[in-house]
């Protein structure tokens, strides 16, 4: 088996390993059990696809879509790599020929979907397939606390264990409570291999704006971005289908996507995002997961996310391919108390709620963040990090002012009501209004009744929601949603510690911020026509255009304007069957048409001995009609001198094996001459 860095560079085009991916691939391949924990575009797909390649027997990938699995299938094939999946989106034929790769033991990576392992057949299946290695892939459904818990990732564990071979589990977010669960359910409470790779993805730009007239604001967004690919995550599926109508009356192409469309409409709708450019998809959170489409340029939610996890999780799908990206959250109080709602009215035990709550402030502490806000996101993960430089208070710092005195007073109020009501009564308390339930509590006798009134009610609730935010309160389930303090407040009602709010918040300014161009202006009309060429070539694959190759590809080609294939070769992306395939095709458009080499040439570009194959191309030449210039024409055959170039012979006596005597004869002293001087 070759070495991983050559099967790195021939089968998936890469130089090198991304940041923490080489100690992981290491692990997977010695047969190690193993956790790793990388943010969304970091490379987790390779951590088991070369480790696959590199292993004997076949690796079993369980994906939890079937989105997913058909393209990582297909981009596999386009690489060269034997790959399968067994879906219940599977044709006949489809289902044959991953048997038949089976039987034939060409397989070397077959996906399945978790709830296949409910079949008993699915176990005898995979033993007769000879199965060394479990790939888990969005390992956090298998978590209670994970933000897609699938019930039939419970099986995978009882797999593992049947087939005694290692499992190796990949997730892009996985807080502490997370990653216990993953470990006891997959693992048997056993001790994998765990991989923290940073959370951090330096190139997405975080923003968020408090809702004012948000479709102006989305729209306004989606302008400055217009022709980029990008998707916009809505509560609702009205909001999906409305918000859709509202971008394309305003020029742009937009579908909408949602759990309660006909599937046929749904799986219609994932294939014109991944194989059209610019085309923006107004979605539940029921989108994405399986859209494998590293050129997202942005991602917005017209909503606010259910918790950090899920933002993170969302957000991660814009700039896979590790270029610029632009996200945009808006929140708005009825978003809080819809999420509040959704988690009041769960199933899940009264702890667990309180959890979530916690989980939810701790994304308003994001909303609300007072100074660089990817600090505020890391540090949620445990990871610290000084100002990034590439969020919106970065770019704008935030308006703030000392707090202390209006949070006390809402925290008195809170305190001395009993901690019994929420926080529209409180603000009535606090701006002395003479409600008849102010009145029938008698809460206008107390010492709080009015102090507030230099905030009106819109103030008075932003200020509540960047306390949540600290959280420094919670609302109280047993109580209907009453807020409670936390022990994060007495501090401050005790005059202990002083606390900073956001004024711009409070009074909803909204900023903007410039867009970042893909490449320079002079390379952008290159950059347009090599798009053009991708999406023809996989038009005629009916593959999604990635799979041909990502922006990040074409984006260097239109700045390094290869002119040979070695040249070509040398681009990140390209590996030797892609190579083989498309390096003609892009450099027509970045160079014009060229005559094109011998194939046995192209398959030696981007190594050195594609420049001794030249040389002796050229020797030849110069030989053909003799030394003199007037024997009988003689040249030998491409393969031949491709031959001579990989295996460099030293004597006469290896030159006359590859050649034969004649050829030998006239060509054999130059070209050792050439080989030696190499």
């Not at 600290?470 to 389930?477: A, N, T, V």
């Amino acid at each position: 088996m070759a070495a991983a860095s050559t099967l790195l560079k021939n089968i998936f085009g890469h130089d090198g390993y991304r940041d923490g991916q080489a100690e992981i691939v290491d692990s997977v391949v010695d047969g190690k059990n193993v956790l790793a924990i990388m943010p969304t575009g970091g490379g987790k797909s390779l951590c088991f696809q070369l480790p696959a390649v590199m292993r004997e027997g076949v690796t079993v990938v369980i994906s939890p879509l079937i989105a997913l699995m058909r393209d990582q299938v297909r981009a596999l094939r386009e690489a060269g790599v034997e790959a399968g999946a067994l879906t219940s989106g599977n044709t006949e034929e489809e289902t044959e020929e991953v048997f038949q790769a089976i039987e034939q033991g060409r397989l070397k990576l077959l996906y399945i979907a978790p709830e296949r392992l409910a079949n008993p057949g699915t176990a005898i299946l995979l033993r007769k397939a000879g199965v060394s290695l479990i790939a888990v892939d969005e390992a956090h459904c298998v978590s209670q606390w994970g933000h897609d818990f699938r019930p039939d990732y419970l099986r995978i564990g009882a797999l593992r264990a049947d087939l005694k071979v290692p499992l190796a589990a990949f997730t892009a977010t996985a807080d502490v409570e997370t990653r216990a669960e993953i470990i006891d359910r997959l693992f048997g409470g056993g001790t994998p291999e765990v991989f923290l790779r940073g959370f951090d993805r330096p190139n997405i730009h975080l923003a968020f704006q408090p809702k004012d007239s948000p479709r102006k604001q989305l729209l306004a967004f989606v302008a400055a971005r217009k022709g980029q690919s990008g998707i916009i995550y809505c509560g609702t599926r009205a909001k999906c289908e409305t918000l859709a109508k509202a971008m394309r009356d305003d020029g742009h192409k937009a579908l909408h996507y949602h759990a309660g469309m006909e599937a046929d409409d749904r799986r219609l709708a994932e294939q014109r995002f991944q194989q059209e450019d610019g085309l923006i998809v107004c979605a539940t959170v029921a989108f994405g997961m399986g859209i494998d489409k590293p050129d997202i340029r942005w991602v917005a939610h017209a909503d606010l996310p259910k918790s950090i996890e899920s933002y993170y999780q969302e957000i991660g799908r814009a700039g896979r391919d590790g270029e610029p990206a632009d996200t945009l959250t808006l929140y708005g109080p009825e978003d809080i108390r819809l999420r509040r709602a959704q988690i009041d009215e769960g199933l899940a035990q009264a702890d667990r709620k309180g959890a979530d709550h916690g989980r939810l402030n701790a994304l308003l502490g994001l909303a609300e963040a007072r100074r660089c806000r990817r600090r505020v996101l890391l540090r949620y993960f445990d990871e610290e990090l000084e100002s990034c430089g590439n969020c919106d208070l970065c770019d704008n710092p935030a308006d703030l002012f000392d707090g202390t005195e209006p949070v006390r007073m809402a925290l008195s109020a809170i305190l001395r009501t009993g901690e019994w009501f929420g926080a529209g009564h409180l603000i009535d308390i606090l701006r002395g209004s003479m409600t008849d339930k102010v009145k029938a509590k008698g809460h206008d006798e107390l010492p709080t009744f009015g102090v507030g009134r230099g905030y009106d009610n819109r103030q008075w609730q932003a200020i509540f929601r960047q306390m949540m935010g600290y959280d420094l309160i919670r609302p109280d389930l047993e109580r209907h949603g009453a807020l409670r303090m936390t022990e994060a407040a007495r501090p401050i009602l005790r005059n202990e510690q002083t606390i900073e709010l956001r004024r711009d918040t409070i009074t909803r300014a909204v900023k903007t911020v410039a867009v970042k161009s893909l490449v320079s202006e002079e390379d952008e009309p290159l950059l347009s026509a090599l798009k053009a060429k991708r999406r023809a070539l996989a038009q005629a694959l009916q593959a999604p255009a990635y799979v041909v190759f990502p922006d990040a590809t074409l984006i260097r080609m239109a700045e390094a304007k290869p002119k040979t294939l070695d040249d070509f070769a040398g681009l990140p992306g390209v590996g030797a069957v892609k190579l083989e395939r498309y390096g003609k095709d892009f450099l027509e458009v970045i160079n014009g048409a060229a005559e094109a080499p011998h194939p046995a040439r192209r398959k030696l570009a981007g190594r050195g001995s594609g420049n001794l194959f030249d040389r002796l191309q050229a020797a030849q030449l110069d030989l053909a009609h003799g030394i003199d210039g007037t024997d009988k024409l003689m040249s030998c055959p491409a393969p031949a001198l491709a031959k001579l170039a990989e295996t460099r012979p030293r004597d006469m006596a290896a030159i006359k094996r590859i050649l034969g005597d004649r050829k030998a004869e006239r060509f054999g002293s130059a070209f050792l001459k050439v080989i030696a001087a190499e």
